[in-house]
């Protein structure tokens, strides 16, 4: 069978079956759209394409978990069904807690900056931060989950893009001690969803990603209280603290931090409040 003829007849969307082509037959986008039609598929190629494909049309099996990875801030994360899969609206926290390392160690070239990642699932907003400030030989880097698979998939991801990072095992600051540490730079995404919300949530989120990552008690509000009960023991005097929240959560999260030095909200592109961040 030729390649275009299979890639014609799929019933997905055309993007998310070139990516599965991409996948099986390790061809290029460019390479698929020009070279399709002279590329004969062998039988357990179309056997694998066919797999993935009647997997995701007939069950809205997650691609993502199919291919088994997502790219986040042009890296590529390994994921599994252990970790949510990264969406571009963590993009905003990433940024944010970028420019406020960024901030610090140009206010202090000599200073030793220590990050924490809470609820980190695939670690793609520690990685991403570490990557991004790989020369920075004062910063260092920890992360946290409640979920012993999360936590070892997203050692999986540090390897893979060479960062070092010091990963635990935690429900949010339970077991985060590290001698004492405290830090220049808390960043969370964690668990804000509703129970109420679920009747509109997507199939696929719904039935195939993990709910200890999605969903939180008390209107979605449940680790945001526990955050703002528990992070000053483990934040620095003059630190930040910097969280994702839903997109109707931002003025309800920063009301939990009434006592702070100051908190702003960052929106989205479509002005919804993305980012609450904290500074102490």
């Given at each position: 069978?030729?390649?275009?003829?299979?890639?014609?007849?799929?019933?997905?969307?055309?993007?998310?079956?070139?990516?599965?082509?991409?996948?099986?037959?390790?061809?290029?986008?460019?390479?698929?759209?020009?070279?399709?039609?002279?590329?004969?598929?062998?039988?357990?190629?179309?056997?694998?394409?066919?797999?993935?494909?009647?997997?995701?049309?007939?069950?809205?099996?997650?691609?993502?978990?199919l291919l088994g990875s997502a790219d986040f801030m042009g890296l590529?994360?390994?994921?599994?069904?252990?970790?949510?899969?990264?969406?571009?609206?963590?993009?905003?926290?990433?940024?944010?807690?970028?420019?406020?390392?960024?901030?610090i160690r140009k206010s202090d070239p000599d200073k030793q900056i220590?990050?924490?990642?809470?609820?980190?699932?695939?670690?793609?907003?520690?990685?991403?931060?570490?990557?991004?400030?790989?020369?920075?030989?004062?910063?260092?880097?920890?992360?946290?989950?409640?979920?012993?698979?999360?936590?070892?998939?997203?050692?999986?991801?540090?390897?893979?893009?060479?960062?070092?990072?010091?990963?635990?095992?935690?429900?949010?600051?339970?077991?985060?001690?590290?001698?004492?540490?405290?830090?220049?730079?808390?960043?969370?995404?964690?668990?804000?969803?509703?129970?109420?919300?679920?009747?509109?949530?997507?199939?696929?989120?719904?039935?195939?990603?993990?709910?200890?990552?999605?969903?939180?008690?008390?209107?979605?509000?449940?680790?945001?209280?526990?955050?703002?009960?528990?992070?000053?023991?483990?934040?620095?005097?003059?630190?930040?603290?910097?969280?994702?929240?839903?997109?109707?959560?931002?003025?309800?999260?920063?009301?939990?931090?009434?006592?702070?030095?100051?908190?702003?909200?960052?929106?989205?592109?479509?002005?919804?409040?993305?980012?609450?961040?904290?500074?102490?």
């Amino acid at each position: 069978m030729k390649l275009s003829n299979w890639r014609n007849a799929s019933k997905l969307p055309k993007h998310e079956t070139d990516l599965i082509i991409e996948y099986v037959c390790g061809l290029d986008r460019l390479h698929i759209i020009i070279n399709s039609s002279d590329f004969e598929l062998n039988n357990a190629q179309i056997e694998k394409l066919n797999y993935i494909h009647d997997k995701r049309f007939n069950n809205n099996y997650p691609l993502q978990y199919l291919l088994g990875s997502a790219d986040f801030m042009g890296l590529k994360f390994k994921v599994t069904p252990e970790v949510l899969i990264p969406r571009p609206d963590t993009e905003f926290l990433v940024v944010e807690a970028f420019d406020c390392i960024s901030s610090i160690r140009k206010s202090d070239p000599d200073k030793q900056i220590d990050v924490l990642d809470l609820c980190t699932g695939s670690g793609c907003i520690s990685i991403c931060l570490r990557n991004s400030l790989k020369n920075d030989n004062k910063l260092d880097v920890y992360a946290s989950d409640i979920s012993a698979g999360a936590i070892n998939i997203a050692k999986e991801n540090s390897k893979t893009h060479n960062t070092s990072i010091n990963f635990i095992q935690s429900d949010l600051f339970n077991d985060v001690r590290f001698a004492g540490k405290k830090f220049d730079v808390i960043v969370s995404n964690p668990p804000y969803i509703s129970w109420d919300e679920k009747a509109v949530m997507s199939e696929d989120t719904l039935k195939y990603e993990p709910s200890l990552a999605l969903f939180a008690n008390d209107a979605g509000l449940e680790f945001y209280k526990r955050i703002a009960n528990e992070s000053a023991s483990f934040i620095k005097p003059g630190g930040h603290l910097i969280m994702e929240v839903g997109f109707n959560q931002a003025e309800n999260v920063a009301a939990l931090f009434k006592n702070a030095h100051k908190v702003k909200i960052v929106n989205d592109y479509s002005g919804f409040g993305r980012v609450v961040h904290v500074f102490n």
